[in-house]
């Protein structure tokens, strides 16, 4: 799935933070040639998340996709470890975050994207060894802001 066609998942917070931070950038005048390239860059970069936002709590059905808190179990040792599926930005601009954040793209994410609790995955580490994991968990994340779902704006 190309960059533009991807459905990325934050918190109605995040996104309004987001629309925010687009307004001024678009409301404001660069000083130099190189600001106003950086402005333009975050400006279309913003844009792409704006479009591709998914804000809301996903229906609990177990599917492994962006916007679940999800519990996995590692082969190698039997340990588990809980995380949301959603834009890394969520860890930098929602503190009602408190758990980690892995993006569907990362290594561990896009094994386990589309799985159901039971259902097994590997992948290649960063270290080049192939990690097996176990899907023990899916569910909505709640950060009790948002309750319906509510599609890309």
Do not use: C
């Not at 408190?98 to 561990?108: K, M, W």
């Amino acid at each position: 799935m190309s960059d533009l066609n991807r459905v990325v998942w934050m918190t109605l917070d995040v996104r309004r933070q987001l629309t925010r931070e687009l307004e001024e950038l678009n409301a404001s005048h660069a000083n130099s040639l190189a600001e106003t390239a950086r402005m333009d860059g975050r400006i279309r970069e913003i844009e792409i998340l704006l479009r591709q936002a998914e804000v809301g709590t996903k229906p609990d059905d177990g599917l492994v996709e962006p916007g679940m808190e999800v519990t996995v179990r590692f082969d190698t040792d039997g340990t588990s470890h809980t995380f949301l599926i959603g834009t890394r930005e969520l860890l930098t601009r929602d503190p009602s975050i408190t758990i980690d954040v892995f993006s569907p793209e990362s290594p561990l994410g896009a094994a386990i994207i589309g799985r159901y609790p039971g259902q097994r995955a590997s992948y290649l580490a960063p270290s080049g060894s192939t990690v097996g994991v176990e899907v023990v968990a899916a569910k909505p994340f709640a950060n009790g802001a948002v309750t319906d779902f509510e599609g890309a704006a």
